[in-house]
């Protein structure tokens, strides 16, 4: 499953949630909102490999961290991919230049 179809599948019950909150709630939720419940469902996450919990419990609680962070993008018009390539991209060319300099300061020691 490619990531615009993950995407997909949370907007269907983010969807879906909207609705049971228009019938149980006189307010919906903001990205605030999401990003309060990904802070919820990051701790759930650290809880479940704390405590070693079974796989399934911990793959739950990343599950959950992974609708959190792709609803987030989604109510911001983020291209999540786009981020990560662009993010993942930065960080390999820091810790190249890390490298670089730490082989630099070892030979002209």
Not at 16 to 34: I, K, N, Q, Y
Not at 36 to 48: M, S
Not at 90 to 99: C, K, P, T
């Amino acid at each position: 499953m490619t990531i615009d179809e993950l995407r997909t599948l949370a907007a269907q019950s983010r969807t879906a949630g909207r609705t049971v909150e228009r019938l149980t709630s006189d307010h919906e939720w903001s990205p605030g909102h999401t990003i309060d419940a990904l802070a919820v469902d990051t701790r759930a996450l650290a809880n479940a490999v704390a405590l070693k919990l079974d796989e399934v419990n911990t793959a739950a609680a990343l599950a959950d961290c992974l609708w959190s962070v792709l609803t987030i993008a989604d109510e911001l018009g983020i291209d999540l991919e786009a981020a990560f390539v662009a993010r993942h991209d930065e960080v390999l060319a820091q810790l190249e230049h890390i490298r670089l300099a730490q082989l630099t300061a070892e030979y002209t020691n």
